[in-house]
């Protein structure tokens, strides 16, 4: 079956440090979905991309979907302390959606 | 308002007991989702429902039930719970199956003792 791994499973940064996540599809996606989960809270949306190559950016944060689409990344620039959380990719195909085992973020003041 | 809702919040109960764990959304979504997360924080979907009709039944134990008596309420019942149960299970809801973007709800915490 369609397997997405995701790392690293843990990071902790200090505050203005840089992180990125990385995300790996077995298969070939037809897009891909991210996630930020909040200590005790449940996952948000935060971006699909569709296209092979494709970067999308919200502020601080950049999304990639790599070319052959099986992988993507999520790149924070200057991290604060509201980045806090782990964050999930989520890989699609024609019949499943599936999510990474996600990396979990801290961040040091 | 609260878009994707789920009753209760906290569940703890005796292994071998029978539970309910609902959910509705407010969205006007036609596909709703249950997801298990477990401690490590993996989080899989159980199953998925369109129109009021399953579309996704990932490998779960046939103890677990989903029902969906119209498009806005996804419950899930469990029987004879087992230790392995105790998790965090989100619903969601989504326009659209797969492609679009997911609403997850507050979780519902299950503590199998």
């Known amino acids: 079956g369609q397997q997405v791994m995701q790392i690293p499973q843990y990071q902790h940064v200090q505050e203005g440090e840089d992180f990125t996540t990385y995300c790996n599809s077995s298969t070939t996606l037809s897009n891909i979905q991210w996630y930020k989960q909040r200590p005790g809270g449940h996952p948000v949306f935060l971006i699909q991309?569709?296209?092979?190559?494709e970067v999308k950016k919200q502020k601080r944060l950049t999304f990639q979907f790599g070319e052959a689409k099986k992988n993507s990344s999520l790149h924070i620039t200057a991290t604060q302390t509201t980045d806090v959380g782990t964050y999930f990719c989520a890989g699609r195909t024609a019949r499943q959606l599936t999510f990474g085992s996600g990396t979990q973020l801290t961040v040091l003041p | 308002d609260t878009a994707v809702s789920q009753t209760p919040k906290y569940l703890v109960t005796q292994m071998g007991n029978d539970k309910s764990i609902k959910c509705e959304q407010n969205?006007?979504?036609?596909?709703m989702y249950w997801y298990k997360q477990d401690s490590k924080k993996f989080l899989k979907i159980m199953f998925s429902y369109n129109n009021k009709e399953l579309i996704i039944n990932e490998t779960v134990p046939n103890r677990f039930s989903p029902k969906s008596p119209d498009k806005a309420h996804l419950n899930l019942h469990i029987n004879s719970l087992e230790l392995g149960d105790s998790a965090v299970y989100f619903c969601?809801?989504?326009?659209?199956?797969?492609?679009?973007?997911?609403?997850f709800g507050p979780g519902t915490r299950l503590t199998v003792t």
């Open positions: 969205l006007g979504h036609d596909t």
């Open positions: 991309l569709v296209k092979s190559g």
């Open positions: 969601a809801s989504s326009q659209g199956a797969l492609s679009y973007e997911q609403y």
